[in-house]
Each structure stands twice: as structure tokens, then as C-alpha cells.
């Protein structure tokens, strides 16, 4: 690939940078969990103590924010791969972004019903992900359009 080949800042490489970010993010949670992280820093009204103490703060008997924390860092890794020169318009790596972020968007979608409606609490770090998770189904719908396009314009080219 030629720089004039090179894309530039792809819609993957915002995904890394977001999944990096919300990653730790949902580390911090997990360790607070397990009682390494000390106070948990949040809102004077204690949302995120009370979204992650309810029974919503599990699944399957598996911290939510440990999943988030395995989450994201798969993500943040196949986004990565998919950053380098010669994968950076390989359309598996879009699959599998797809394949990650989709059901994980739908997983946000249920714990933020759960914290806003059943609990009737905000949690500041729980909104990290949640905005994180949803730019992040942006971004890889922006990136499906820009590989789909790319592989198009190759296809006539060498038609």
C-alpha cells in the first residue's frame, strides 16, 4: 500500500482510542468491586454504588463491569489489528468489530433501562461506556461503509 492508499484516521481508530479509554474505565469498576480501588468516586447521590451493588451489576453471576473490561479490550485489540497498513481495509476486521460491538450495545441498552427506570439512579462511569459503546456502534458502521466503498471502487478499477 502507497501513502496515497493510506486512509489516514479511520473510524478504527477511534474505536481503539474510546476502547482503551472506557476498558480502564470498567477495570477501575471491577477493582473497586473487588475492594482494591478504595472509595469509588461518583455523585453525591451514590449511583454508582447502587448500580453496581443491585443484582444488575451481574450477569450470569459475572461483574458487568468485569465483561465490560474483557469487552472492551477485545475490542480495543481487533481494532488495533485492524489499524495496521495491511489489514486497515480487510472487511473480517469489520465483521468481527460488528460481532463485538452489536451485542454489546444491546447489553448497554439493558443495564442503562435497568439503572434509569428500576433503580431510578445515574452512574457517571456506567454513562462512560454507555456513550463509548454507542459511538463505538457509530464508528463501525461508518467503517462497514468506508471498506464496502473502498472494495467497490477497487472492483470497478480493475474491471
Known sequence: MTNSDSPGFTPRHWIAL???????????LHL?????????????????????????????????ALIGTVGYTLILITAMIGSQPARINDRRITAILMALIIPAFVFTLRLKYYEFFVLRTFCPW????????????IA????????????????????
Not at 447502587?50 to 461483574?63: E, R, Y
Open 18 to 28: 474510546t476502547a482503551l479509554i472506557a476498558g480502564l474505565v470498567a477495570a477501575y
Open 32 to 64: 473497586w468491586k473487588l475492594g482494591y480501588m478504595g472509595p469509588l468516586v461518583c455523585t453525591a447521590n451514590h449511583g454508582c454504588e447502587i448500580a453496581m451493588t443491585s443484582q444488575w451489576g451481574t450477569f450470569l453471576g459475572v461483574d458487568v
Open 126 to 137: 456506567c454513562a462512560i461506556s454507555a456513550v463509548t459503546i454507542t459511538t463505538h456502534l
Open 140 to 159: 463501525v458502521g461508518l467503517d462497514w461503509r468506508r471498506v464496502e466503498g473502498r472494495g467497490s471502487r477497487v472492483e470497478a478499477l480493475s474491471s
